[in-house]
């Protein structure tokens, strides 16, 4: 008797097991189809400019913390239709590199200016903000001992590790348009300051758009 019953509760963990196992599977392929979605979408200029969550749990996106240029994050950029660049082949803090710290904000007279985002979204697409780009690409190339960091920013919305990711997918992005524009890849680093540095304090709608940006550090040698 006391054998059957151990039988029967090892058939019933077992079964719970595969139910768990198979439940959460097709729950993270309904997240990531959710979250693809939202990228085609914003596309094609469909908006999401959500509420305040009240906490992590209400967020459907990704939620671990990222890798800056791993081998998924690659695939998915390149289906969003960003190609992928390596990083720079030095690192801040040295062989004669500056650290991040001593990157600082340009002078007013170069112009530089914040360029902003759409929510969840890590392209630009308003023409004040690409001819930004160019003007600060053009600058770059008349200058090639200058190095460049971009920070990138996120509203205050979802989760730490998600705004982690977006800031720096944001930042990678503008790298890949200054690269285009003919700037040497291993002059400009990247840094996600997600949402723990806003532009502005506000909770509006406004404020949020405003948060949504990149900056731009330089390092004069």
């Not at 939202?38 to 200029?45: A, I, K, L």
């Not at 400019?49 to 240029?69: C, K, N, T, V, W």
């Not at 200016?113 to 600058?139: C, N, P, W």
């Amino acid at each position: 008797m006391k054998s059957r019953i151990l039988l029967w509760a090892a058939v019933l963990l077992l079964s719970a097991s595969c139910h768990r196992k198979s439940s959460q599977t097709w729950e993270d392929v309904k997240t990531a189809g959710r979250y693809m979605q939202r990228g085609v979408d914003s596309m094609w200029g469909k908006d999401y400019e959500s509420r305040m969550l009240a906490s992590d749990a209400e967020f459907i996106g990704p939620y671990d913390e990222f890798i800056p240029l791993n081998d998924s994050d690659l695939k998915a950029l390149a289906m969003l239709g960003d190609a992928a660049l390596p990083q720079p082949r030095g690192i801040p803090g040295s062989n004669g590199i500056p650290a991040l710290d001593q990157f600082y904000s340009p002078s007013d007279q170069l112009g530089f200016q914040l360029v902003h985002f759409g929510t969840d979204e890590h392209i630009l697409r308003e023409k004040a903000d690409l001819q930004m780009i160019h003007q600060i690409a053009s600058y770059l190339r008349a200058h090639p001992n200058d190095l460049l960091l971009i920070e990138g920013h996120t509203d205050e919305r979802a989760s730490a590790s998600y705004n982690m990711a977006l800031g720096m997918r944001r930042a990678n992005h503008i790298r890949q348009l200054l690269v285009k524009n003919g700037v040497n890849l291993n002059r400009i680093y990247t840094v996600s300051r997600g949402k723990e540095q806003p532009y502005v304090l506000g909770h509006t709608p406004e404020d949020w758009k405003q948060n949504r940006r990149g900056e731009f550090k330089i390092y004069e040698k």
